[in-house]
């Protein structure tokens, strides 16, 4: 079984907005992406599932020809009270602690990191069990660093040290017929391949 998880393509944010579970345009040129997306995945026999918001939804679509699932499961981090503010205009009160310990800070109205790993492990233990050839998942950062880090026993507090790109494919290899089902993990960006 192989699981591809696919980041959206760049938002177009130029006031640096907090927007994990708010709708925010895609970049202009956002065709061009979805076109290396598809040349660079090239597999068949699929099952595609999506995060719930435009920005995966729409490359989803794309992709499987609007043959997909939506799973709220693997939304983008809920910052709550944050949602739709300029980085810059959150208070350093709240923004501080959150900065020091984003994986247990919950956020007023929102979530912390350990929820968004809880539910996206969730979603991800569940798809394994699905045993299809490929499976492709087109959602967020978040969700991507929480699998990562999940399969590499990576540890939480370093997560946003895994560098994951708008458009990015991130592969997992699962063999089921071992005891552990051997994860193997790759990775590829428009940056690093042709």
């Known amino acids: 079984m192989n699981i591809y998880l696919i980041r959206h393509t760049a938002v177009y944010n130029p006031t640096k907005l907090c927007y994990g579970q708010s709708e925010i345009p895609l970049e202009e040129n956002f065709t061009i992406d979805f076109d290396w997306i598809k040349d660079h ?3 068949e026999d ?13 490359l989803a679509a794309f992709l499987s020809d609007d043959n997909f699932e939506i799973d709220q499961r693997i939304s983008e981090l809920n910052f709550g009270d944050w949602e739709m503010r ?19 800070y919950r956020i007023k109205n929102g979530e912390n990191f350990k929820d968004l790993f809880e539910r996206s492990i969730q979603f991800f233990e ?6 299809k050839q490929n499976i492709v998942m087109v959602c967020h950062a978040g ?10 026993d990576f540890p939480l507090e370093k997560a946003f040290n895994l560098q994951v790109d708008y458009s990015s494919i991130s592969k ?7 005891k552990n089902n051997n994860l193997k993990f790759s990775n590829m960006t428009a940056s690093n391949m042709s």
């Open 41 to 43: 995945l090239n597999i």
């Open 46 to 58: 699929v099952v595609y599932y999506s995060s719930p918001f435009r920005r995966c939804t729409k």
């Open 126 to 131: 569940d798809i394994i069990k699905l045993d």
């Open 172 to 178: 997992i290899e699962c063999n089921l017929r071992t």
């Open 86 to 104: 300029a980085w810059d205009t959150i208070n350093a009160e709240d923004l501080n602690p959150w900065m020091e310990d984003f994986v247990n």
């Open 143 to 152: 969700v991507i660093r929480s699998i990562i880090s999940y399969i590499l």
